[in-house]
Nanobody
Framework: QVQLMESGGGLVQPGGSLRLSCVASGSVFAIHVMGWHRQAPGKQRELIAAITNGGEENYDDSVKGRFTISRDNAKTTVYLQMNSLKPENTAVYFC?????????????????????WGKGTQVTVAS
């Protein structure tokens, strides 16, 4: 079992920045990929960024150059640095862990391929 807890959400003005954190506990040694997903009202959950145990990163095109995923050396905390935020980035942001191994990062674009989820943290971008 893996437990995930997100923090760092809030209200920010357009153009501002936020850093989300996700702390993993439990069987963290079994995690292969950690991902940040978001879900806006009325929309499906979608992957924003993912990072493998080996440090390979993958981003949705809409956030490339503005968002950065990283993790601590113990691999128990994953961060999402979000810069130049836009109103359309308003959503609930979820941290997720996948125990599955696949040799393509495209596999991890699907929320269905994650095994554990946090409860989410709200990010609101508004002036």
């Amino acid at each position: 079992q893996v437990q995930l807890m997100e923090s760092g959400g809030g209200l920010v003005q357009p153009g501002g920045s936020l850093r989300l954190s996700c702390v993993a506990s439990g069987s963290v040694f079994a995690i292969h990929v950690m991902g940040w997903h978001r879900q806006a009202p009325g929309k499906q959950r979608e992957l924003i960024a993912a990072i493998t145990n080996g440090g390979e990163e993958n981003y949705d095109d809409s956030v490339k150059g503005r968002f950065t995923i990283s993790r601590d050396n113990a691999k128990t905390t994953v961060y999402l640095q979000m810069n130049s935020l836009k109103p359309e980035n308003t959503a609930v942001y979820f941290c997720a862990a996948s125990l599955k191994y696949y040799n393509s990062m495209d596999f991890y674009r699907s929320p269905e391929n994650y095994d554990y989820w946090g409860k989410g943290t709200q990010v609101t971008v508004a002036s």
